[in-house]
């Protein structure tokens, strides 16, 4: 009850930045730096305008963004760019990424938002079907790389079913896309203009309770973080910590408990899914000898089941545990039971003292 | 309660012209709520007592009430709604499920290949005439000859035009080669009208080295960026809402020319026929939208596929102009196709055609059509409804034809296409390094260790593996 009460009424302090332990950054700046206080739904706005202003063959749609989008994420877009480039489509998800993928193979950029990841199937034929073999069914005389998905997804607290789903597993199973998952607003924004300009078609995924509730200083120039480069954002010796989005805050807070019970841990945020970056996880887990993943999505066929199988066979020798995996539960996002759905902190906490133990 | 609205505005209006006051009328609950007659009507003292009274009254409703008057004035039968202005009627009646008539099929030529008198046609150049009937012919001995490789088990699988040669050809002849094209899977005749050649057809078939495609795909899914002919996919329909993307960038780029797009009659029941013109619509994107509507899907005879008059009847749903037309009639066909096609690029607009036609042949090499359908009734439209036969009946009648024509650029296809086969036949495959090329920009990691470890593999064991293929 206490982490869902702390969900609503603190803002959530970014991992890796308030506790001054990110070792790795991967952020390019250029000349003077002047960063800004915003939330995530400023800072994808912020790269969404960049995105535009960049490149005149870019264009922005999907249900009400016009106005500034159900998140505002789309704010003052329509205004400064106009209705031609920045538009309201009908509701109809298979017609927004279909449309979107004819506008990338004629050379455009197309950054298509669905309004949450939730109504992301209709269109799943388009992007498993058409967007990811575009290139290679056409010995790459046509792609559709311009062209990139936005999708809110991820707990919010009172989402249920249809405003809290987590679809990112069934996207990384899908040669020729890409899947990204940022975890703050200054990473969202470099991560978002690389998946835009990325000659890739890109499924971002934005975590929902981030957009207010995490508050971040971010540079206010054009910047981009790479794509399949995962940042240990937490040295630590005894565990590897595995999350990406929302869930690094938990499995952060985790980490200083643990650190109080003389754990010391490790916190690596994947960022891309799909392609993954394999080599940063596996030189951690090859240091700690245990790892552990945590996402919000039901842990059969989760992505966790990739990361685990993968480590296992290239790390074999250096597991002091099993794997572990805290994770949603398999049933439907549930209302009144989130709480109990959640892999929360102490359930997290609890697997790390139990794989230390082990 | 709709009289008494009617009285209600009528009150107001003669209010308003007669006794000039400034339009308030507010209904309060101690106002008389039932109509006033008309003697009431005529005492004025009475009115102006209740009306001084109730002056200073929601001013809100007086502005609603403007609006209804205003209205009013302009034409009392109708309604506001968020979409506009609606007229009313009181007649309980439903719009029946269909016509009586049904939408008329537009046709130039008679079955004789005779153009019926007071005909409205494009005409067509005795050149472009025969460039159309050379192609429909060709088209002819393309199909078969690759039928029978397929038959030989020299190619895996195959999809015939046969009976849809008209659509195919005309249609192509009546668009400019900057149109891009957004195939189904049956129009290899608007590739073969743009110049695919007979041998780059056969490579892809083969899925060789020289297939544009670098053999991912089976045979028929030819796609051209030179052709401005997108890569054919082979889920139905997905193409229509990516016309419609394709279509609003040529809009955006101000370019003089439109995206073209193929359906069949079965692929009008995926969702994404409905996205495709809804989009389309809703953007005013130059698409043509072209539907052959050739009677079977598969198995599925159109009965079963939907309860509307056709395909064409579905445009004005969307608020998209359509035309239905005989789709074995190739200067129809051109004429529809051009005039849509200028158009929706002067109109940037969305058309939809619907060819009506018939499939001859089976659905493809992996069907027996005579399990489903009467022998008869593919004889009936091979022999007597082919379209090839009826435009050369009047290619021939302007005298821009000859038999020896026929038997010349028949003989001339086949040998080309023999040879087409034997060359595409003995080609290499494309190098095992394609299998993991273009998935994406870039091979990633994963990519290039499953790569080495397949080299490796297939060094060591190479009798697990088809030969042919370089590593």
Known sequence: MASLLSRFCRKVAVPGSAHGARMVSTTTSCGSETVKSLNLYSAINQALHIALETDPRSYVFGEDVGFGGVFRCTTGLAERFGKNRVFNTPLCEQGIVGFGIGLAAMGNRAVVEIQFADYIYPAFDQIVNEAAKFRYRSGNQFNCGGLTIRAPYGAVGHGGHYHSQSPEAFFCHVPGIKVVIPRSPREAKGLLLSSIRDPNPVVFFEPKWLYRQAVEEVPEHDYMIPLSEAEVIREGNDITLVGWGAQLTVMEQACLDAEKEGISCELIDLKTLLPWDKETVEASVKKTGRLLISHEA??????????????????????????????????PFPLVFEPFYMPTKNKILDAIKSTVNY | MAIWFARSRNIVSSLRHNLNLSGILVQRDHSPRHAFTNSQLSSRSVFLDSFTSLRHESTAVEKQLDLVQQSDEEDPQELNFPGGKVGYTSEL?????????????????????????????????????????????????????FYE??????????????????????????????DVVL?????????????????????????????????????????????????VSSPIATQLPQAAGVGYSLKM???????????????????????????AAVMEAPVVFICRNNGWAISTHISEQFRSDGIVVKGQAYGIRSIRVDGNDALAIYSAVRSAREMAVKEQRPVLIEAMTYRVGHHSTSDDSTKYRAADEIQYWKMSRNPVNRFRKWVEDNGWWSEEDESKLRSDARKQLLQAIQAAEKSEKPPLTELFSDVYDVKTKNLEEQELGLKELVEKQPQDYPPGFHI
């Not at chain 2, 005909?119 to 000859?145: C, G």
């Open chain 2, 253 to 279: 780029e101000k370019k003089n020319a439109c995206a073209v797009t193929f359906i069949g009659d079965g692929g009008t029941s995926e969702g994404d026929f409905h996205a495709g013109l809804n989009f």
């Open chain 2, 149 to 178: 490789a397929q038959r030989q088990g020299r190619i895996s699988f195959y999809i015939t035009t046969v009976g849809e040669e008209a659509v195919n050809i005309a249609s192509a002849a009546a668009l400019a080669p900057d």
């Open chain 2, 93 to 145: 009646k439903f719009i029946p499920e269909s016509s009586s008539r049904r939408v008329p099929c537009y046709r130039v030529l008679d079955e004789n290949g005779r153009i019926i008198p007071d005909s409205d046609f494009i005409p067509v150049s005795e050149k472009l005439a025969v460039r159309m009937y050379e192609h429909m012919a060709t088209l002819q001995v393309m199909d078969h000859i």
């Open chain 2, 183 to 231: 195939p189904q899977y049956r129009e290899p005749g608007v590739l073969l009208w743009r110049g695919f050649t007979l041998q780059e057809f056969a490579n892809q078939c083969f899925g060789n080295k020289a297939d544009h495609g670098k053999g991912r795909q089976m045979p028929v899914h030819y796609g051209s960026n030179r052709h401005s002919y997108f890569t």
């Open chain 1, 298 to 331: 039901p842990v059969t066929g989760g992505f966790g089941a990739e990361i685990s199988a993968t480590i296992l066979e290239r790390c074999f020798l250096k597991l002091e545990a099993p794997v572990s995996r805290v994770c949603g539960l398999d049933t």
